[in-house]
């Protein structure tokens, strides 16, 4: 126990403060190598530090200059072609983007940013109302800061947990408003990364908004239904290339809901 626990805090130190990206980056795939430990492991090693280590994540979730840089680069190649077909539906009828595809098509393959957003996955799917209670605060605290960056990292973050944590935010009555902000806030928001994460990130959620949608009563407003669509249409004629295909798969996803709750 002992030795597990300066493991952890020297892999949790690396991830806070260690300058070499490289490092941050190994450090952060052992958390997704833990959880998947089936023997008892994760429970010792990791529960007593979910609250550090879920912030160190999404810590990690935040552009680098770097890709930055590279994604601008290619979406300047970019900007005379057709919205990539090959984001509409996949051949198993699935629109809903995984993780690992949020942000298909730049010049960037495997980050920190992408490790930190499927480790934090990982996790929350296997912790769920803990990592809930552990990060929320601080997802909220970023969705207010001035950086576009840091918000975005944070509409990531909250795409991150919808397969763990979905029911954990629907019982503390958190999903309906910040959807909305996601919608109303984010989705008109001048950079175009912000708007493309959040396309992305209401997919995630569009069986909730689905549902809610199939309660109401025949020819009753749509309380989330009606402006996230409008959304999704504004975002598909987008000047950026990047947030037109975000857009229509996540139209396509939305749809694939709807039809299913009917």
């Known amino acids: 126990e002992a030795a597990a626990a300066e493991l952890m805090e020297a892999l949790l130190w690396t991830a806070e403060h260690d300058p070499d990206y490289d490092l941050k980056l190994k450090a952060c795939e052992c958390w997704t190598t833990l959880c998947e430990n089936d023997e008892g492991i994760a429970d010792r090693v990791l529960k007593p530090y979910l609250s550090r280590l879920t912030l160190a994540l999404l810590n990690g979730m935040v552009y680098s200059e770097d890709e930055l840089t590279a994604l601008e680069e290619e979406q300047e190649k970019n900007s005379q072609q057709d919205v990539n077909p090959a984001l509409m539906p996949q051949a198993d009828g699935s629109s809903r983007g995984t993780i690992q595809d949020e942000d298909e098509g730049g010049g960037v393959e495997w980050t920190l940013r992408k490790c930190s957003a499927s480790g934090l996955d990982r996790i929350a799917t296997r912790y769920k109302q803990d990592v809930v209670d552990a990060l929320l605060p601080h997802i909220q605290a970023k969705l207010r800061d001035e950086d576009w960056k840091v918000q975005e990292s944070a509409v990531l973050a909250m795409g991150a947990l919808q397969e763990g944590c979905e029911e954990g935010l629907i019982a503390r009555n958190y999903l309906d408003d910040f959807l909305k902000h996601l919608i109303t806030v984010m989705l008109p928001a001048p950079q175009p990364f912000l708007r493309s994460i959040t ?17 109401l009563s025949d020819n009753a407003p749509g309380h989330l239904l009606e402006p996230m669509v409008s959304g999704f249409l504004n975002c598909m004629r987008d000047n950026s290339t990047k947030v037109q295909e975000a857009a229509a798969s996540a139209m396509c996803g939305l749809e694939e809901e709807a039809r299913v709750e009917e």
């Open 199 to 215: 396309c992305w990130t209401l997919s995630r959620y569009a069986k909730y908004v689905a549902r809610q949608q199939s309660q």
